[in-house]
């Protein structure tokens, strides 16, 4: 899969993940996120005003994907910061090493969300179930080739997490 066919499927699915023509407020704001998440999503806009800085108006927020992840029927969250703007630092929430993506279990109660520094999240699915997959640093694929990426895939078997890193040759 080339980056551009990526980029194209992730656009889809931000689409898709859109509110319905109607519908009074977006699909995740503020008002219908279950307390917990919500308390994940305060977190973040905690670091820019801990910085003293301020989010710029419609970047408060890191992007949400659901899956169910950890197999319990129940949607897991994704967050994925690199949408937000604070005034206080451009590496608030992503830096040369990626994003400070968060995975909330909801077998956890989404308590102490699974932290992963990477880009570009997407959910996939295998054998049925859900699957985070997240470019993560080469130095996780232990590959030294200048024309490869790692893609961390984060999964649940048997009973856990399961977390695999795979180096990606690159193509034009």
Same mark, same amino acid.
């Given at each position: 899969?080339? /980056? ?10 931000? *689409? ?23 308390? %994940? *999503? ?8 801990? %910085? ?11 992007? %949400? ?8 029927g129940i949607q897991d969250f994704v967050f994925n910061p690199e949408n937000?703007? @604070? ?6 929430? @992503? ?5 400070? %993506? ?9 308590a102490e969300p699974i932290e992963i520094m990477g880009g570009a999240p ?11 997959? *997240? ?14 990426? @790692? ?16 180096? /990606?040759?690159?193509?034009?």
């Open positions: 899969m080339t /980056r551009s066919s990526l980029l194209l499927g992730l656009s889809l699915l931000s *689409v898709s993940l859109a509110p319905q023509a109607g519908s009074a407020e977006l699909q995740w704001s503020d008002k219908n996120l279950p307390a917990p998440v919500q308390t %994940i *999503v305060n977190g973040y806009r905690q670091m820019c005003s801990d %910085i003293d800085g301020k989010l710029a108006a419609g970047y408060d927020m890191p992007m %949400i994907m659901t899956g169910d992840v950890d197999g319990d937000m703007q @604070c005034s206080a630092a451009q590496t608030t929430y @992503c830096s040369n090493g990626g994003c400070q %993506i968060s995975l909330a279990l909801s077998g956890n109660k989404y997407f959910l996939s699915q295998s054998d049925g179930k859900a699957v985070l997959n *997240v470019w993560v640093s080469n130095s996780e694929c232990e590959t030294t080739e200048t024309e490869s990426s @790692c893609l961390g895939r984060f999964s649940w078997k048997d009973g856990k997490l399961d977390t695999t890193h795979l180096a /990606r040759q690159f193509q034009d």
